[in-house]
């Protein structure tokens, strides 16, 4: 089978293959929630290591569980199986399955963050101008995740495609962790990805930012992670889905208004839950390009559904209804 057909059958399944199987059925009294270990999901993260989530829920009976996930797709995935309730995610991945789900399984309720995204190229790679990418490999966190579909629209915008469409960039999807150990080995030529990994790889594998995402955004302002539920569980539980988007709405706004105790906070956090923070210098780096904000920035959300059903990653058909409230 051609590797083009295979990668598109791969991300029609990070979202169509637990369409068709049954939603584990939910409980009220527990709320489930998917998050990842990157800055994006500081209000999600450090929500969850104070208790502040787990005190509001708890007050009405319910009992907080939480899932790390190492890229967006996976969290979808998990959402629309049934393993979790609730989600913070980069906007793409909620696109897809509020598409392919006709708008029937899940909306986003809430922003997260705007910035914290780069591409990052191996220095002595010779890396100047976009046209020395040709040839080269790029990683991205995983197949469909939104630092991917950014990677290859904005190649696209430069007369360039992945070489699985007949281009010229070679893009590999893996862990930062793997990021980090080829290109110190010389086998990675950049990678396009959220922070801290920006930073880490700026840090330990002698990378430099090549493009900084926040230069190619009308304001320098874009969706990065967004909240999102799965409206059946709302349909049984809009309580708790409330206090939930209340409280996020509360650990956003400690984050805006003293970023030096929320960016120690967050790599606190960090800590706890993935078992690995950031060093100071390097978290400084990936915190100044980051912005929190409950501002779902919808017309930067439909700018990525429209390019990515142009590139043929999002399946064509309306986003009409997918940002609302609780």
Request: charged share 20%; proline share 4%.
């Amino acid at each position: 089978m051609p590797e083009g057909i295979t990668r598109r059958a791969l991300l029609a399944g990070a979202v169509g293959g637990v369409l068709g199987a049954c939603r584990r059925p939910a409980d009220a009294r527990v709320l489930r929630v998917g998050c990842m270990g990157t800055l994006a999901h500081a209000p999600s993260l450090i929500g969850l290591h104070s208790g502040r989530f787990e005190r509001a829920l708890s007050a009405r009976g319910v009992r907080v569980e939480r899932a790390v996930f190492g890229a967006g797709p996976e969290v979808m995935a998990s959402l629309l199986a049934g393993a979790i309730d609730v989600g913070c995610l980069g906007p793409v991945p909620a696109v897809t399955a509020y598409v392919r789900t006709r708008g029937r399984a899940v909306r986003v309720v809430s922003g997260a963050a705007s910035g914290g995204a780069v591409l990052v190229v191996r220095r002595g790679a010779g890396i100047r101008c976009a046209s020395d990418l040709r040839g080269r490999r790029i990683a991205t966190p995983q197949l469909g995740n939104t630092n991917d579909l950014s990677l290859r629209a904005w190649l696209r915008s430069q007369g360039m495609d992945a070489t699985e469409y007949g281009g010229e960039v070679s893009i590999s999807p893996m862990k930062g962790s793997a990021m980090l150990a080829q290109m110190r080995r010389g086998m990675l030529d950049g990678a396009w990805v959220a922070e801290p990994w920006g930073a880490r790889l700026v840090a330990d594998a002698g990378a430099v930012v090549f493009i900084d995402e926040r230069t190619l955004w009308p304001g320098g302002r874009f969706a990065t992670a967004v909240l999102v539920m799965h409206r059946g569980y709302h349909a049984m539980a809009r309580e708790n889905v409330r206090l939930w988007v209340e409280v996020h709405s509360a650990e956003v706004a400690r984050l805006r208004e003293d970023r030096l105790r929320g960016m120690r906070e967050a790599n606190e956090a960090l800590r706890a839950i993935t078992g690995r923070g950031v060093a100071e210098g390097v978290l400084a780096q990936a915190w100044g390009r980051m912005e929190f904000t409950t501002d779902p920035l919808e017309e930067t959300i439909a700018a990525m559904a429209r390019v990515g059903m142009a590139l043929g990653m999002v399946p064509r058909g309306s986003i009409e209804g997918l940002v609302g409230s609780v």
